[in-house]
């Protein structure tokens, strides 16, 4: 039997993580000054904008869909950078198959190890490109895009090849 489709409340669709500020510190190299998590995304006063995936969990939140919650391998997040040395990350949120509530990932360490390379190349650190493989997890299928905000929202690289594209205001 399928859980009823109750109208989700109003959730965001999409979340910012300032508790793992350190956890990107601490992959910074001390050459560089370190950056402040800038508490309000912003997309008309930030200087640079970068648009890649993480990976993580998802536990869906409404008490009367019987899903057991998914792990993706593609959850979208925007990095950005701002005046005076500060960063954020967008975090988009991925509806349940089951009943379309909106979830809130779980993260893993591939969230502060790709804003920190970000912060890094943004700094002019020179380094080489990290090879992200998929053997963390397991794949149950394709990205669903009818599910993931960031796609909705024009921020989700599903499926593509990292690029370079950046842009300054």
Known sequence: MSPRKTKPRSHPRWSMYPALHTDILDLLPSTLPPPTFHPFDDSHTCTRSYDTNIMGRFTCANPSCSSTGWSSMKIAITIRKYRDNEYNARVYHQRCKECDWLSRPELDESYAE???????????????????????????????????????EGHCREGEREWEEEWVV
Do not use: D, Q, T
């Open 114 to 152: 790709r804003v920190a390379y970000r912060i890094k190349k943004w700094g002019g650190v020179r380094m080489e490109r990290p090879v992200y493989s998929m053997g963390r997890g397991k794949s149950n299928g394709p990205h669903n895009r009818k599910l993931c905000e960031g796609c909705k």
